[in-house]
């Protein structure tokens, strides 16, 4: 155990309060970058709520539920893995971790066909983006004019393309997909750090670096764990539930 103790240190548990503050210090820093992303989000939305509502309306809610029902299991099995580190039992601090790992990455993978999804239907931010904000209230009244013959320069604008209204409503759905990328895109980065942490201490634990007396990685991997979950907790009502 002595050999685990880095020279600067008195003891193991001056190490171990030092490496979970150092983690917390680190989290606080985080809570500021992400915190000017919601701060943002927030801004903008109270500016433009019918735009977001309108960006929130196309994001695949099931697919939103179905991650944040993985994350919550994802915290869970590193939890265990933290317990299972503090009680000694290596295989059991192995399986843990590599079920957190196994959840992250289903994460990332409907994460992905999110994207995938929104990059086919030109909802991309930049010059390829596209957006037809017309009301199902439009839709109806156009059909209604095309059945009764009327070219009014209402019907002609419709085919002829947006308004100016609707190139400005476009404009600022398209600033809802800035920051859904910004956000979800940085968090994702965080998941993929997290889920190579992860694999990292589970190749550690397997080979028996942990015990009752030694356990501080695995406790302060879980605090960054269970802090990019806590953000997506947060991202996940102010994108889909909106």
């Known amino acids: 155990m002595t050999g685990r103790v880095a020279h600067h240190f008195n003891d193991a548990e001056q190490q171990f309060h030092s490496a979970t503050l ?16 919601f701060a943002a989000y ?13 960006g929130s309306k196309d994001l695949h809610l099931v697919a939103g539920s179905f991650n944040t029902v993985v994350l ?15 009680s000694g039992r290596r295989i059991a601090t192995t399986g843990y971790l590599v079920g957190g790992i196994v959840m992250g990455l289903v994460f990332l993978g409907v994460k992905a066909y999110e994207y995938s999804e929104k990059f086919a ?18 839709d109806a009244e156009h059909a209604v004019s095309v059945s009764h013959g009327d ?23 398209q600033l809802f997909y800035c920051l859904y990328f910004a956000m979800t895109g940085l968090h994702a980065i ?10 990292v201490l589970a190749v550690a634990a ?4 942990f015990s009752r007396e030694y356990y501080t990685p695995v406790e302060v991997g879980g605090l960054y764990w269970h802090f990019v979950d806590i953000v997506w907790v947060f991202l996940f ?3 889909y539930l909106i």
């Open 42 to 54: 927030t801004a903008y939305r109270y500016q433009y709520p019918e735009a977001f509502l309108a």
């Open 151 to 173: 070219e009014s320069a209402g019907a002609r604008e419709y085919h002829e393309g947006y308004s100016e209204y609707d190139s400005a409503f476009a404009n600022q759905v």
């Open 190 to 199: 965080h998941m993929v750090i997290g889920v190579v942490l992860l694999g």
């Open 237 to 239: 009502p102010l994108l």
């Open 72 to 86: 919550l299991l994802s915290s869970f099995f590193v939890a265990l893995a933290v317990h299972a580190a503090y």
């Open 22 to 37: 150092g983690m917390w210090v680190f989290l606080a820093t985080e809570v500021m970058f992400f915190g000017g992303m």
């Open 206 to 209: 397997y080979r028996g670096a």
């Open 121 to 138: 239907h030109h909802h991309v931010p930049g010059p390829e983006f596209r957006w037809e904000p017309h009301s199902e209230e439009a």
